[in-house]
């Protein structure tokens, strides 16, 4: 019976033995399975950790940039930058104060100014009180045109004046419509000068600058600015002075239908000019032929024998 035991120790010896070698195998292959997920588990970690770190530097960048664009629109523009950025836009001259004359006989209004662009009164005084057309001054011997109204600042030299007449030479004989507005400058003027050459033809000492047409309610009116060769003024002693003027020229049909030239005309010294230029085209642009009010006016050639 011992033989027979010990015969059953030696017979299961071996099979112990392979039974430990397997579970020393599985306990081995399961040490590396674990040791392989942990791994896995530590590589995920070090991603999410590195993702992480990129989302923090991403966050910080974004911040840094957000704090550095207000200070960089602070700063004033470069010259590079600068010829970049529309120019301003020129600043418009300040207009002075305006006053308005009306006049009811021959049906006219304008504007005219109180004060300097620079702040200086302008006591405009009235030399030629507004009248009818038949008691008007005479400009020359021809007694064409004749101012009807005048105003002005005998210290400054600055003048206003409205004369009437009837269309001459290359005017005459044609319609307002065949008329250039340079063509119309030119007579007027002409019209208002004495000087005459040899012949005895009246020549204008005016150069016209410049002449242009616009039409008011279906109203030709002729704007033309105008420099001609003053006298000695109060504010200049020198003889070469100039005058500087703008001008304007409406149409109206008197009675007989002769379109009668009424023109608004406002000078200054030319060192003047700069101050007043705006205010006379102020002025220009609101001369305006009213519309004939009942029996308050009076036609160019309505009773041409009254002078009162």
């Not at 400054?156 to 065949?178: E, F, M, Y």
């Not at 242009?212 to 504010?235: A, C, I, K, N, W």
Request: aromatic share 6%; glycine share 4%; with cysteine.
């Amino acid at each position: 019976m011992q033989a027979a035991a010990a015969q059953c120790c030696l017979t299961s010896a071996p099979a112990a033995g392979a039974a430990r070698r397997r579970h020393i195998a599985a306990q081995c292959t399961h040490n590396v399975a674990c040791k392989s997920q942990e791994q896995q588990r530590q590589q995920q970690r070090q991603q999410q950790a590195a993702g992480s770190r990129r989302a923090v530097l991403g966050l910080g960048a974004a911040l840094l940039a957000a704090q550095i664009a207000p200070a960089r629109a602070e700063e004033p523009l470069s010259i590079a930058e600068e010829t970049e950025v529309a120019a301003p836009l020129p600043q418009q001259p300040t207009l002075p104060p305006m006053k308005v004359l009306r006049d009811d006989t021959l049906a006219y209004e304008f504007e005219y100014p109180a004060e300097t662009a620079a702040g200086k009164p302008l006591p405009l005084l009235l030399s030629r009180k507004p009248e009818r057309y038949s008691s008007a001054a005479p400009l020359t011997a021809d007694a064409r045109q004749r101012i009807v109204c005048e105003l002005a600042d005998l210290i400054d030299a600055v003048t206003v004046s409205v004369t009437v007449g009837p269309p001459s030479g290359i005017l005459k004989g044609r319609t307002p419509d065949q008329w250039t507005a340079r063509q119309v400058a030119e007579q007027v003027l002409i019209d208002r000068s004495t000087a005459r050459i040899t012949t005895g033809q009246r020549v204008s000492l005016n150069s016209v600058e410049e002449a242009s047409r616009q039409d008011r309610d279906g109203v030709p009116y002729f704007v033309f600015e105008h420099v001609s060769q003053g006298s000695p003024t109060l504010r200049s002693a020198t003889q070469e002075t100039y005058r500087h003027a703008l001008a304007v020229t409406a149409v109206r049909p008197a009675l007989d239908g002769t379109p009668y030239l009424y023109t608004l005309n406002m000078s200054c010294p030319q060192e003047l000019w700069g101050d007043l230029q705006a205010a006379f085209q102020r002025g220009v642009d609101s001369f305006t032929l009213l519309p004939p009010s009942g029996n308050l006016f009076v036609d160019p050639l309505r009773d041409p024998w009254k002078f009162f």
